[in-house]
């Protein structure tokens, strides 16, 4: 498993709790909303960050379809 992958897991694990909802429901949202990639290729801005700034960044894509940033 890539470190990128990793973190992607520990993310949507992570928001799912955020949201208190299932990591199947998120990652489901995620695809419709055509956000899943740019979520996982997000790796370099959101480990660095403060999860709270990934998390800001996905509701930002949900809501707006912009990266909050």
Do not use: V
């Given at each position: 498993?890539?470190?990128e992958?990793a973190?992607?897991?520990?993310?949507?694990?992570?928001?799912?709790?955020?949201r208190n909802?299932?990591?199947g429901?998120?990652?489901?949202?995620?695809?419709?909303?055509?956000?899943?990639?740019?979520i996982y290729?997000n790796?370099?801005?959101?480990?660095?960050?403060?999860?709270?700034?990934?998390?800001?960044?996905?509701?930002?894509?949900?809501?707006?379809?912009?990266?909050?940033w």
């Amino acid at each position: 498993m890539t470190e990128e992958m990793a973190f992607f897991i520990y993310l949507l694990e992570h928001y799912a709790a955020y949201r208190n909802a299932g990591t199947g429901d998120i990652l489901k949202e995620w695809d419709r909303k055509q956000i899943t990639q740019t979520i996982y290729d997000n790796y370099w801005g959101y480990h660095t960050e403060r999860i709270e700034n990934a998390f800001a960044d996905i509701d930002s894509r949900l809501q707006t379809g912009k990266a909050a940033w």
